[in-house]
């Protein structure tokens, strides 16, 4: 069902252009890995708090609230850039197992990130147990370690 | 001995041929180097945010700094081992790309730039500490490290493309020049 999509993507304009520029996929590939840079500092910044590293003096809501523009925007800037990236190879993609895991760990980060882990950081301190916290920051750390190496790995199969 | 002479006798040591051809140890060490942006340059992300007064506001510049600056130590040092063992791979190649050469250049002056923070704004932190935006040095100091990681960030990845490498002539000659291909098109002289 998926197969005909990727290879439509594939086929398409903006997939071939991308493809066939030389410098192209190199600068969409390098703001990939800026807005990396940035959405690990966001994610960073409040997992380490929740396990008591960090900003550990300030209130977990304080650092979330903080952290949460930067997270969703440079969410946007990876999710933009990752669909420009993926446009370019979209049937080496289908075939890369790193992918799917990629994809998989994405699907399950966000979803976590906006429902549980929102709800548990901006939650009254003083109401929750401290070791829901600690549970909460090392799913999330676990999801996007898995984002990070599956979007990594992907390069360097097929 | 020169630079690329060194370069060219690590080439040939045992462990880089080793590294270089590995089927997995690359790729890890290299995943190691890509996935440690998350915590050495996110922490100096948000560390520069502040200085600009876009994030933590009303948290202390100082009390920011104190506690994040031993995971970017950390995660620098990380940075630096894996940055090291990629180059030990492939010296020659890495010594001669343009892009490697920016890099290192970049990294000296943000290292310089983080020394002139310590020496200078940082010294007098007790007069704006508390201010939601802190003064234009301070300020200064925060978009020179973010616009220079940036560089360092772009560049880096840059380096696996061979768009300008020595063995792709003809290139002009001040890539040439930057890259240090000039003594590879060097004629070779009889000797007496």
Redesign the interface.
């Given at each position: 069902m998926l197969w005909p999509f990727f290879q439509w993507c594939e086929a398409s304009a903006f997939g071939t252009m991308i493809r066939e520029s030389?410098w192209a996929f190199?600068v969409i590939?390098?703001v990939h890995?800026?807005g990396?840079?940035?959405?690990?500092?966001?994610?960073?910044?409040v997992d380490?708090r929740l396990l008591g590293?960090?900003?550990?003096?300030?209130r977990i809501a304080?650092?979330a609230r903080?952290?949460y523009p930067?997270l969703v925007g440079s969410l946007m800037v990876m999710l933009l850039t990752g669909v420009a990236l993926f446009f370019s190879e979209p049937t080496k993609c289908y075939y890369s197992q790193a992918f799917w895991v990629k994809m998989t760990s994405l699907a399950l980060a966000v979803l976590f990130t906006f429902t549980i882990r929102r709800r548990i950081t901006m939650a009254d301190e003083t109401r929750v147990r401290p070791i829901w916290f600690k549970i909460v920051a090392l799913v999330s750390l676990a999801l996007?370690?898995g984002v990070?190496?599956g979007g990594?790995?992907i390069g360097?199969s097929g | 001995m020169s630079l690329l002479g060194a370069c060219r006798w690590l080439a040939e040591t045992r462990g880089s041929i080793a590294l270089h051809e590995s089927l997995y140890m690359y790729p890890l060490v290299e995943s190691i180097h890509v996935l440690t942006l998350c915590l050495f340059v996110g922490m100096s992300v948000m560390l520069d945010l502040r200085l600009l007064g876009l994030v933590m506001r009303h948290v202390r510049a100082s009390e920011m700094a104190e506690r994040l600056l031993p995971w970017m130590k950390s995660g620098f040092a990380v940075m630096v081992i894996t940055g090291a063992l990629l180059f030990y791979a492939i010296p020659v190649r890495s010594y001669q790309n343009i892009f490697f050469r920016i890099k290192m250049i970049t990294l000296v002056l943000a290292g310089l730039n983080a020394w002139l923070f310590q020496i200078g704004v940082r010294r007098r932190s007790a007069e704006w500490d508390l201010d939601p935006t802190p003064p234009a040095p301070a300020r200064a100091a925060g978009a020179a490290s973010l616009a220079l990681w940036a560089i360092i960030i772009v560049s880096g990845r840059m380096i696996a493309y061979n768009w300008f490498d020595c063995d792709k002539q003809p290139q002009s000659n001040f890539v040439n020049w930057a890259t240090g291909c000039m003594a590879e098109k060097r004629p070779v002289i009889p000797g007496p």
């Open positions: 030389p190199a590939e390098s890995l800026l990396l840079s940035v959405i690990g500092g966001a994610v960073l910044l380490l590293f960090g900003l550990r003096s300030q304080d650092v903080n952290a930067w996007w370690c990070g190496a990594r790995w360097f | -």
